[in-house]
């Protein structure tokens, strides 16, 4: 490794990783049993929910731990999302009513809404303009590990033992990723106690104009990922996949093979360039899956949705940072992220409503993604404005 690595990965970023790779684990491998858990609860009609309600909370939530990044610090805020992670993968097992479950879910989407955010903000403390590309990929990577991981612990774990022990692992990823933030040092210079009165958030906190385009492209790319993880465990039962969280696996996996080498390219050849190509990926993917009628099919089409999203994310988030007031970054990385969620949630209630419990209905909410992915690659193509990657 180079002096110049050195520079860039220390053994704090190498934390930051860790953490990640653990919170993300530790939420994701909740995602393809909660339909089960929640049609044995009485609940199977509200399956779009599961998504949506999570992703409800972690938008709402942006504006707060964004203008808390940039004032309280970012470790605290990337705290937060572990902390919640922590203690709801705890009450899951408790609950006996569909309306206790809904108000969990809500609960645990704050883990989204802060601790990304705040991982992000750090990351462009540390990290130069020319290399972010390739940082936010190594540390996807991690974050996909867990996110490959997750999966498929929580279907073993399911399937093996019992649904409470994948609940009670998820809990114990959360703390152990606590435990690990806890050696990670503050990067914020100017750094304010907390009070109450930082949760009022004005009116520019909402949003940063500056971070518009790319939060148009979040928008209609996050569609799809609301639309896959409402919907998958439900399809791969229907081909006959027992254990529903393989799919998310190959996916993660075919994720984690590009993670490096699409931040890379996004640093290289620029933002946009390297988004068209995703989008047309992720229209390619989704439309695989819409007319995926054996295993085979639908692990070809999540493998080539995974490489797409496995360069999306990362280069979203580096073109939001380039483009941020450098004041105020957590604010642009929260800009895009609320779009994100709005993507993810819509899609999930979307995609929730149009199944409706009928596998014959699969197609038209994955041609739908397919149709909004196409949506983005035009945008990218036939937006006046260039923006270049500094």
């Not at 609940?43 to 964004?66: D, E, V």
């Not at 999966?151 to 649904?163: D, E, F, K, V, Y």
């Not at 998820?170 to 152990?176: N, T, Y």
């Not at 569609?223 to 529903?244: M, Q, W």
């Amino acid at each position: 490794m180079s002096s110049k690595d050195q520079k860039i990965y220390t053994p704090q970023f190498w934390l930051l990783c860790a953490s990640a790779l653990l919170f993300f684990a530790s939420f994701n491998m909740l995602l393809p049993e909660l339909s089960g858990f929640l049609e044995r609860l009485g609940g199977g009609g509200y399956k779009g929910l599961i998504i949506a309600l999570f992703t409800l909370t972690a938008m709402i939530s942006r504006p707060f731990s964004g203008k808390l990044a940039d004032k309280v610090g970012r470790v605290p805020v990337i705290m937060v999302g572990s902390i919640v992670c922590f203690l709801c993968s705890l009450v899951y097992p408790l609950l006996a009513t569909v309306a206790g479950f809904m108000l969990l879910r809500l609960v645990h989407g704050f883990s989204t809404g802060f601790t990304p955010t705040g991982t992000a903000a750090y990351m462009s403390d540390v990290i130069p303009a020319n290399r972010r590309g390739e940082a936010m990929g190594m540390l996807g990577t991690f974050g996909s590990l867990g996110m490959a991981a997750g999966p498929a612990l929580g279907g073993m774990l399911a399937n093996r033992i019992s649904l409470n022990a994948v609940f009670y692992c998820a809990s114990a990823f959360g703390l152990v990723s606590i435990v690990i933030l806890l050696g990670i040092r503050e990067t914020l210079k100017e750094r304010q106690s907390f009070r109450f009165s930082m949760l009022k958030v004005k009116k520019e906190d909402l949003f940063d104009p500056r971070v518009l385009a790319p939060c148009i492209v979040m928008v209609c790319l996050g569609f799809s990922y609301g639309t896959v993880f409402t919907l998958i465990p439900d399809f791969g039962e229907s081909v006959l996949i027992r254990n529903k969280g393989l799919l998310f696996t190959y996916m993660t996996m075919a994720a984690l093979v590009v993670r490096l080498i699409g931040g890379r390219a996004s640093d290289r050849w620029g933002r946009k360039p390297v988004l068209r190509v995703c989008s047309l990926f992720i229209a390619v993917a989704m439309t695989t899956i819409a007319f995926a009628d054996s295993p085979l099919q639908l692990i070809i089409g999540m493998t080539i949705y995974g490489l797409a999203h496995g360069t999306t994310s990362p280069t979203l988030i580096a073109w939001a940072t380039d483009l941020s007031d450098p004041l105020h970054k957590g604010r642009g990385v929260a800009s895009v992220y609320i779009f994100m969620e709005l993507g993810i949630g819509v899609g999930a209630l979307a995609s929730g409503l149009i199944y409706s419990n009928d596998t014959s209905r699969f197609p038209y909410a994955f041609a739908l993604c397919a149709s909004l992915a196409i949506i983005a690659f035009s945008y990218l193509i036939l937006a006046r404005k260039r923006v270049v990657a500094s």
